[in-house]
């Protein structure tokens, strides 16, 4: 198996991938999803073996690769932004898949699981979250997914609407010998709530505003898979929020 890593943007179906994945390589559809206790040690599922940097190794190591303890795949954020963290030892010598996903259902997802975090939450707060990560988005895609790269790069939405194919490009690109069981992995397919749908509309502070923003990144992720597509329009769609928080920010200082 190859020694891999997974650099993915927060909240884009890695704990699915590898729950997925765990289930194939144990031979068992029924294994149990991974909580953070398990992830604060190497985890091993026939010979596939796991890092979770951030629960096993930041805090030990302060450092991305290799793990001392040699997994076979390790995952990353790559911080949430455009450049690699100083820290990143012998990136280039692995083999790297990245993770994605349309920027406002990652980007709802990450903002309500740091509400158990965070003592802050209102509409000013969320947007200007949302301003801040949608910058963050583009910057973490532009370096690992719209580049020249011949990384396999996995879309949210091909995970959960072309499960099979898609675990079939990944367990081939990981260890390219093995020849794949499609009866055990449609049975761990069956297993799991693959295709459970996030409807973005029950978000507590959905408007048209953010439906018109997610309508609009959505074209601009499709467009620029296909080529270039200008950056400068995602500061243009963000302009609805800019403006406002720039006003508000302004009169807090003046008053």
């Not at 954020?77 to 990143?88: E, I, S």
């Not at 969320?126 to 990560?133: C, F, N, V």
């Not at 532009?142 to 990944?170: A, C, Q």
Request: with cysteine; hydrophobic share 35%; proline share 4%.
């Amino acid at each position: 198996m190859k020694k891999t890593i997974i650099v993915t943007f927060p909240r884009s179906g890695h704990h699915l991938l590898m729950n997925l994945l765990f289930k194939y390589y144990s031979k068992n559809p029924n294994l149990s999803n991974l909580g953070i206790i398990e992830c604060k040690k190497i985890i091993k599922a026939g010979n596939l073996s796991y890092c979770e940097y951030y629960q096993h190794c930041s805090k030990r190591f302060n450092t991305l690769t290799p793990c001392p303890d040699n997994p076979s795949i390790q995952k990353y954020h790559d911080n949430m932004g455009p450049n690699l963290n100083k820290k990143v030892k012998s990136l280039d010598e692995n083999n790297i898949i990245t993770q994605y996903r349309d920027a406002i259902p990652t980007i709802i997802s990450f903002y309500n699981m740091w509400l158990g975090r965070s003592t802050k939450d209102n509409k000013d707060y969320w947007e200007q979250w949302l301003i801040k990560y949608v910058r963050l988005w583009k910057n973490w895609t532009k370096r690992w997914v719209f580049n020249n790269s011949d990384y396999l790069k996995i879309d949210y939405n091909d995970l959960i609407n072309n499960t099979e194919s898609t675990l079939e490009k990944i367990i081939n690109n990981i260890e390219p010998e093995h020849k794949i069981n499609k009866e055990l992995l449609k049975k761990v397919i069956n297993n799991s709530d693959v295709n459970i749908k996030r409807d973005i509309s029950k978000f507590k502070y959905y408007s048209s505003k953010l439906a018109r923003l997610n309508r609009r990144l959505e074209l601009w992720k499709e467009k620029r898979k296909k080529g270039f597509y200008p950056e400068i329009l995602i500061e243009i769609y963000l302009l609805p929020y800019t403006i406002p928080n720039f006003f508000r920010r302004l009169k807090e200082k003046l008053f």
